[in-house]
């Protein structure tokens, strides 16, 4: 997963919560100006945790990337002292 990836899906958590928001708050009585707001604020708040939650995810998977070369380099000197 790459920066750009992380960024539309929090795009498009953000659209999709404002939509739902606007038009469940509109039909369920709220003037339309109020729907406005709580589906701009839904965007806001959902848009906000789907970026920061992948950048996480983003971070774990490099480093967890850094750990293994590290493994790597250290089981080639152990299986030449073995075989010799």
Do not use: H, Y
């Amino acid at each position: 997963m790459n920066p750009v990836n992380i960024q539309k899906m929090a795009a498009s958590f953000g659209l999709f919560s404002f939509g739902v928001l606007c038009i469940g708050s509109v039909l369920m009585g709220a003037t339309v100006w109020t729907g406005v707001i709580r589906g701009m604020v839904g965007a806001v708040l959902f848009g906000l945790v789907a970026w920061f939650s992948g950048s996480m995810l983003l971070q774990e998977e490099d480093e967890d990337m850094v750990e293994g070369e590290d493994q790597e380099e250290t089981d080639k000197g152990s299986q030449l002292d073995q075989t010799a």
